[in-house]
Antibody, heavy 127, light 110 residues
Framework: EVQLVQSGGEVKKPGESLKISCEGS????????IAWVRQRPGKGLEWMGIVYPDDYDTRYSPSFQGQVTMSADKSISTAYLQWSSLKASDTAVYYC????????????????????WGKGTTVTVSS | QSVLTQPPSASGTPGQRVTISCSGSSSNIGSKSVNWYQQFPGTAPKLLIY???ERPSGVPDRFSGSKSGTSASLAISGLQSEDEAEYYCEAWDDSLNGVVFGGGTKLTVL
């Protein structure tokens, strides 16, 4: 069974750092992009960016560039999303997802769709 | 303000046919495929329709998608109480160089 298993919920204070994880199983982890999607309380879905586990290529949505860091460790089939200094506005559920997409020889990326989702990691930032 | 525009709510009675619209522009829906996701409260989204009108295995054929110009639609026929959920459209945007979502439509089965 294809699965993305995310790390547990976190409660942090503003200014603290955090790294959450997403472990893939049941498929060739290195061959698919992993996307991160934010959902603030009561709000819609926001695509944050992607990482390609095979060569660690990362692409960020302009809204999230410089705000978070995406990475992966292909030896343990795990992708990560991290913050160096959390804000209250980072309070949200964060989903990792298997992103179908195409990267051209020139390096341009174009997403097709997300076909597998993790259950989400709830991050609460409060003083 | 989402790049793709959906009505915030929709409703129907059991057995009815309901459509949910998604409006975009030439940089997203006008030139790229549209996907739809279904989300129940407290759970992760699920892929419902991809590449405008394709259904993943396991999705009932009551669900269908279409696209015309810079707009797309999700249709649900033979509405059932279990269809009550939030529905999101999504597409790649060439100008933003990223994926954009609609704001979501909450479907209520009366």
């Amino acid at each position: 069974e294809v699965q993305l298993v995310q790390s547990g919920g976190e409660v942090k204070k503003p200014g603290e750092s955090l790294k959450i994880s997403c472990e893939g199983s049941g498929y060739g982890f290195i061959n698919y992009w992993i996307a991160w999607v934010r959902q603030r309380p009561g709000k819609g879905l926001e695509w944050m960016g992607i990482v390609y586990p095979d060569d660690y290529d990362t692409r960020y949505s302009p809204s999230f560039q410089g705000q978070v860091t995406m990475s992966a460790d292909k030896s343990i089939s795990t992708a990560y999303l991290q913050w160096s200094s959390l804000k209250a506005s980072d309070t949200a559920v964060y989903y990792c997802a298997r992103q179908r997409g195409y990267r051209s020889e020139s390096g341009d990326f174009y997403a097709y769709y997300v076909d597998v989702w993790g259950k989400g990691t709830t991050v609460t930032v409060s003083s | 303000q989402s790049v793709l525009t959906q009505p915030p709510s929709a409703s129907g009675t059991p057995g009815q046919r309901v459509t949910i619209s998604c409006s975009g522009s030439s940089s997203n829906i006008g030139s790229k495929s549209v996907n739809w996701y279904q989300q129940f409260p407290g759970t992760a989204p699920k892929l419902l329709i991809y590449t405008n009108s394709e259904r993943p295995s396991g999705v009932p054929d009551r669900f269908s998608g279409s696209k015309s110009g810079t707009s797309a639609s999700l249709a649900i026929s033979g509405l059932q109480s279990e269809d009550e959920a939030e529905y999101y459209c999504e597409a790649w945007d060439d100008s933003l160089n990223g994926v954009v979502f609609g704001g979501g439509t909450k479907l209520t089965v009366l």
